[in-house]
T-cell receptor, first 112, second 115 residues
Framework: DAKTTQPNSMESNEEEPVHLPCNHS???????IHWYRQLPSQGPEYVIH???SNVNNRMASLAIAEDRKSSTLILHRATLRDAAVYYC?????????????FGGGTRLMVKP | DTGVSQDPRHKITKRGQNVTFRCDPI?????LYWYRQTLGQGPEFLTY????????KSRLLSDRFSAERPKGSFSTLEIQRTEQGDSAMYLC?????????????FGEGSRLTVL
């Protein structure tokens, strides 16, 4: 599986934007980039995914570099409820089972 | 609530005992996954089912572990002769059959403590 690299932790102030980076220099042409987050004492939760173009949904935006070797998850206005571990995951297009391989993720701390 | 549900949420057992966890996926989701998560680590894949067929098992799933999904709906994960190293959160997820764009829906997990 192609690897992703994320910072161990990041801090943000409440109501400010947060940019969570992910490096995936060995990504292949048909790998999807998925982001999940895990709030304390809960299971992971899907956030967003993309292939080549930037993506927006109600939770976040995903900016994908032109060479696809990195991506950034953008939370436009962090709230205290966004404090979680954020996982950047590559999913092979021929991964018939959609099995996710989680790394260590980035622990986001949000200060009031 | 129509999300993925897991039972029990917490289980404390003594070393050597058997434990069983149950997962009820989202209705009509034909894929079901089991993951294990230890403290401070990301979830690790254990096994997955498409309908009642168990299609892949991780090498983490030793012969003390067995998972079933007899009618393609709920699933059980049994651990026999538990060891202290089995202490972890056991997460279940489900999804519809899709390509790599599909998302997984996770339950809140079953936390196992082996004394």
């Amino acid at each position: 599986d192609a690897k992703t690299t994320q910072p161990n932790s990041m801090e943000s102030n409440e109501e400010e934007p947060v940019h969570l980076p992910c490096n995936h220099s060995t990504i292949s042409g048909t790998d999807y980039i998925h982001w999940y987050r895990q709030l304390p004492s809960q299971g992971p939760e899907y956030v967003i995914h993309g292939l080549t173009s930037n993506v927006n949904n109600r939770m976040a935006s995903l900016a994908i570099a032109e060479d696809r070797k990195s991506s950034t998850l953008i939370l436009h206005r962090a709230t205290l409820r966004d404090a979680a571990v954020y996982y950047c995951i590559l999913l092979y297009s021929n991964n018939a089972g959609n099995m996710l391989t989680f790394g260590g993720g980035t622990r986001l701390m949000v200060k009031p | 609530d129509t999300g993925v549900s897991q039972d029990p949420r917490h289980k404390i057992t003594k070393r050597g005992q058997n434990v069983t966890f149950r997962c009820d996926p989202i209705s009509e989701h034909n894929r079901l996954y089991w993951y294990r998560q230890t403290l401070g680590q990301g979830p690790e894949f254990l096994t997955y089912f498409q309908n009642e067929a168990q299609l892949e098992k991780s090498r983490l799933l030793s012969d003390r572990f067995s998972a079933e999904r007899p009618k393609g709906s709920f699933s059980t994960l049994e651990i026999q002769r538990t060891e202290q190293g089995d202490s972890a959160m056991y997460l279940c997820a489900s999804s519809l059959v899709q390509g790599a764009a599909g998302e997984l829906f996770f339950g809140e997990g079953s936390r196992l403590t082996v004394l």
